[in-house]
């Protein structure tokens, strides 16, 4: 049997959301990676449901850039940062292709943890060419070095079902002082429930958990303000049913 999680502080949360009282601007910016591109095509589409907020893929939502068409993204994260438009500084340099800042995004640090832990309650779908996912990225608004991220999990759609396979782990993108390691891991239950996922990094480790137990330990963990991003992609062209859905529940954070 998997080690059990420690357990939650019992100090007060830094941050916590369960999104009864709507969307709260003071917590979550409902954009995807908005420095990227531009207004209409970062734009979150999301609606507010038993259980929680709603992220929503719909039939008439555009491509997150026409570059990397097909893709769609609903998405809210606790951070922005870029450079002027036209420059290659902003958080998340994920692509190697030429990124280049279309709408600047000043600094809005609402939730950047550098440590600590998070508890985040999700439901997946199953809706084809899905995958709901979440991460902590660097902010890079320090410096361009701090670019790691811990893959809190992704999910893909055609993965779920009476068991559910997940991806995990540490990226290092533009950050030479860690390593990328990604596993997959099968957990033993339909992950169209609510379940709650867990993330406690600092003093150079990474425990990722679910559902109260551990599922990886990785010995290299950031060290700089990281900003908390859950999203719903739709890879591939339009098909199937609309709109496609995942639900976020409550997302409770320790510093």
């Not at 949360?13 to 908005?34: I, M, S």
């Not at 039939?59 to 893709?71: E, G, V």
């Not at 709408?103 to 809706?127: Q, S």
């Amino acid at each position: 049997m998997a080690e059990l999680l420690p357990p939650r502080p019992s100090s007060p949360p830094a941050f916590t959301d369960d999104f009864t009282r709507g969307l709260d601007a003071e917590k979550w910016v409902p954009h995807y990676l908005p420095h990227w591109t531009v207004p209409e095509r970062s734009a979150a589409r999301f609606a507010f449901v038993e259980g929680g907020l709603q992220l929503r893929i719909e039939h008439d939502q555009l491509d997150w850039r026409p570059d990397d068409a097909p893709l769609r993204v609903s998405n809210l994260q606790t951070a922005t940062y870029s450079g002027p438009v036209g420059s290659t500084a902003g958080t998340h340099r994920h692509r190697d292709d030429g990124l280049v800042v279309e709408t600047h995004t000043p600094p809005r640090l609402l939730f950047t943890p550098c440590r600590g832990r998070i508890d985040l309650t999700v439901a997946a779908g199953t809706d084809q060419g899905c995958m709901l996912a979440a991460w902590l990225v660097g902010t890079e608004h320090l410096s361009e070095t701090d670019a790691g991220e811990i893959c809190i999990f992704e999910i893909d759609a055609s993965a779920v079902g009476s068991t559910t396979r997940v991806r995990t782990g540490i990226k290092s993108h533009h950050d030479t002082r860690l390593t990328t390691d990604m596993v997959e891991v099968t957990l033993p239950f339909d992950a169209r429930r609510p379940h709650t996922w867990t993330v406690i990094w600092g003093d150079g480790e990474t425990i990722i958990g679910c559902e109260g137990r551990v599922v990886r330990r990785f010995a290299q963990a950031p060290d700089y303000p990281m900003v908390l991003m859950i999203d719903l992609f739709e890879i591939g062209g339009p098909a199937g049913a609309y709109p496609k859905t995942a639900v976020i529940g409550e997302v409770t954070a320790w510093d």
